[in-house]
């Protein structure tokens, strides 16, 4: 074999791996883990969220450096050319020139505790916004269960679709086959048939609906829908054991644990916090400076100046300033301000007692919607009982000839519907178990 033919061999080889490689990542089923950790991983508002606790620990960090002295250098120069008045009555043309050069440092030593509360605040803040981010995060993983589940849902009901079409399909043959034995009329094959034609469209329904469902879930995690499927878990008939039998506990743990009641705890002490901010303003305001400095002039009316460096050595000076503000009237700007945070307190007070009302309402609702999600399960599950033995005797009657077509078909019907509304009492029931073990703070991925 020649060099060519190998090279070729080499890419052909290749080219194999690389097709494999691409169906089998179009094969790739996601799990109910891996969409709700690609979600928290992907989701823009979760990393928005991420960039604002960056923003607030640096303004922790600008806080702090609100207790350190400010320094800054200066250097300066000035030409000044023209007439000047050096006797009474007698001018001469005079150019100067003027050079500075020194340091500084600014301390502020009191104003009010204002620099402490704001250093508090600004802790204070990031803490409420990782409060608020695991908030979000808690919201999408919600979210993403209740698309997954509902993934699960539509597949099950196309493949009770599918199961019908099947049935039709060999009820139209068995029908075929009692025609041509005289057994029954041959205007029952056009109904067969048109009941096997209702089933395919029913199919295609599902098929679509199915579909949707995945798109769905796909947009959730910020995916191409190409390729995209998940692995579908098998839910059995779920218990009574999944229930909560008092509603208590769960309030009690969700009122002490949930995000958002304590992301309006920490609105309360930030309200307080601006309240005492505010106060700073009638307090007398003390600041410290310290200069460090020396200039040099140059006229051209001198000839005995000393050089450039010698006069900066000759006439550096030491400066240190303290300032007392002392506020007297302002205008009412303190007081309003005042005013406004303690109003503003009172409402975050109410917004807290507000979300621990809503908190315990969406609880309440969803142990009540879970009790009642069971009881419908259970109701659906004899009904369907029921519909398939009428319709298994019914099928009886019907191959004797002692019953029509039309009400054969509406027997079927009555349990297809039977077994839709059990699988949807079955995904609804779950999903409200679900929103329990949320506020139970339980992991909604098992």
């Known amino acids: 074999m020649n060099k060519n033919k190998i090279n ?24 109910l883990q891996e ?23 640096q303004d922790i960090i600008a806080a702090k450096g609100q207790f350190l002295p400010s320094i800054g250098g200066s250097m300066g120069h000035s ?20 050079s500075n050069i020194g340091v500084s440092a600014n301390q502020t030593i009191f104003n009010g505790f204002r620099l402490t509360n704001l250093h508090k605040q600004a802790q204070l803040n990031l803490e409420t916004q ?61 109904d067969a048939d048109a009941t096997l034609s209702r089933d395919a469209q029913q199919v295609t ?21 190409n390729g995209f499927d998940v692995e579908i878990i098998e839910i059995n008939s779920p218990s009574e054991a999944l229930l909560y039998t008092n509603v208590n506990p769960i ?3 969700a009122l002490e644990h949930r995000n958002e009641i304590k992301v309006a705890e920490k609105n309360i002490e930030n309200s307080i916090l601006n309240t005492e901010i505010s106060k700073s303003g009638f307090y007398p305001t003390v600041s410290g400076g310290y200069s460090y400095g020396s200039s040099a002039f140059f006229t051209n009316l001198s000839a005995n100046e000393a050089s450039f460096l010698q006069q900066l050595d000759n006439q550096k000076s030491h400066s240190f300033r303290v300032n007392v503000n002392i506020p007297i009237f302002s205008r009412f700007q303190n007081k309003t301000a005042v005013a406004k945070s303690q109003i503003r307190e ?28 069971f009881k419908a399960y259970e109701a659906a599950k004899k009904t369907l009982e029921s519909q398939n033995l009428s319709f298994n005797n019914s099928k009886e009657r019907y191959n004797i000839g002692n019953m029509t077509a039309f009400d054969l078909e509406q027997t079927r019907v009555q349990l297809i519907n039977a077994k839709s509304s059990l699988i949807n ?7 409200k178990t679900k929103v329990l073990d949320f506020y139970m703070g339980k992991s909604l991925t098992k």
Request: aromatic share 10%; net charge neutral.
């Open 8 to 31: 070729r061999f080499k890419h052909l080889a290749l080219v194999c791996c690389l097709v494999g490689f691409s169906a089998f990542s179009q094969q790739k089923k996601w799990t």
């Open 35 to 57: 969409c709700v950790s690609h979600a928290l991983e992907h989701n823009i508002s979760i990393q928005q969220n991420e960039n604002l606790i960056l923003i607030n620990q």
């Open 79 to 98: 030409l000044s050319i023209g007439n000047a008045e050096v006797f009474q009555g007698q001018f001469v043309d005079r150019t100067a020139n003027s």
């Open 130 to 190: 990782k409060l608020e981010l695991n908030r979000i995060k808690d919201d999408i993983s919600l979210n993403v269960v209740n698309a997954y589940l509902n993934v699960l849902f539509n597949k099950e009901n196309l493949e009770t679709a599918k199961a019908q079409y099947e049935f039709s399909t060999k009820q139209l043959a068995q029908v075929k086959e009692l025609v041509n034995l005289g057994v029954q009329p041959k205007v029952n094959i056009y």
């Open 205 to 225: 329904i599902a098929e679509n609906n199915f579909n949707l469902a995945l798109l769905t879930l796909s947009q959730l995690l910020q995916v191409s829908y």
């Open 251 to 253: 309030l009690d743990y």
């Open 346 to 373: 009172a409402n975050s007070k109410l917004n807290l007692e507000q979300a621990k009302l809503e908190l315990e309402s969406n609880v309440q609702r969803a142990f009540t919607d879970a009790q009642a999600a």
């Open 425 to 431: 009492a079955k995904y609804d029931f779950v999903f």
